[in-house]
């Protein structure tokens, strides 16, 4: 129990367009999902937390009109960077939070590359 | 702002060794402590989680220990082997469920 798959697990599009990333809890559900991004060679850093129902929160510095966060069900958040550029370029993980357990569960990553 | 931090970045070792993965943070006022494996190119492992109120946790070759008083975790690998390359992350987990990631130990076990 407690898998998070995330889609698609790699794209490559051109700057200036946009790309959804899909993070989904498959068998519990998760009120609250967390977005991270991880650079070459460095460690994972939070974007933003996710609240089904209700609005994102993101951590300093990072554009909340440039990663927008929707999470309609308690299932599913998404992740969509909006005019992409090439320094958008990262590996994108999402986690899930299974209530009553007190434990993020993570997705497998999705690997945006922006040309 | 929490900062977490693992000594030493990079770690080549003998098969067949132990080993020990330092992580530290600045702020002792976590919820939980928990640690990842990561393989190049791909996502998280979940390995142990240390409850606050725990001292350490135990699977199989690896014992992980946590003294929040001093904001310090390590984690053992007993016997090590070679499928035990991988980058190795601590992060902390505070009360209001962030986590905050470590820099990572690069960790190769040489046949």
């Known amino acids: 129990g407690a898998v998070v798959s995330q889609h698609p697990s790699r794209v490559i599009c051109k700057s200036g367009t946009s790309v959804k990333i899909e993070c989904r809890s498959l068998d519990f559900q998760a009120t609250t999902m967390f977005w991270y991004r991880q650079f070459p060679k460095q460690s994972l850093m939070l974007m933003a937390t996710s609240n089904e129902g209700s609005k994102a929160t993101y951590e ?3 554009e909340k009109d440039k990663f927008l966060i929707n999470h309609a069900s308690l299932t599913l958040s998404t992740l969509t960077v909006t005019s992409a550029h ?3 370029s990262s590996f994108y ?3 899930a939070d ?3 357990v007190n434990e993020q569960f993570f997705g497998p990553g999705t690997r945006l590359t922006v040309l | 702002k929490q900062e977490v931090t693992q000594i030493p970045a990079a770690l080549s070792v003998p098969e067949g060794e132990n080993l020990v993965l330092n992580c ?3 702020d002792s006022a976590i919820y939980n402590l928990q640690w990842f494996r990561q393989d190049p190119g791909k996502g998280l492992t979940s390995l142990l989680l240390i409850q606050s109120s725990q001292r350490e946790q135990t699977s199989g070759r690896l014992n992980a220990s946590l003294d929040k008083s001093s904001g ?3 984690l053992y690998i007993a016997a090590s082997q070679p499928g035990d390359s991988a980058t190795y992350l601590c992060a902390v987990i505070e009360l209001n469920e ?3 990631f470590g820099t990572g130990t690069r960790l190769t076990i040489i046949p």
């Open chain 2, 24 to 26: 530290s943070f600045t």
């Open chain 1, 93 to 95: 993980i999402c986690s």
């Open chain 2, 72 to 74: 310090r975790s390590t």
């Open chain 1, 60 to 62: 300093q510095g990072v």
């Open chain 1, 86 to 88: 090439p320094e958008d």
């Open chain 1, 98 to 100: 299974r209530a009553g």
């Open chain 2, 98 to 100: 962030k986590l905050t």
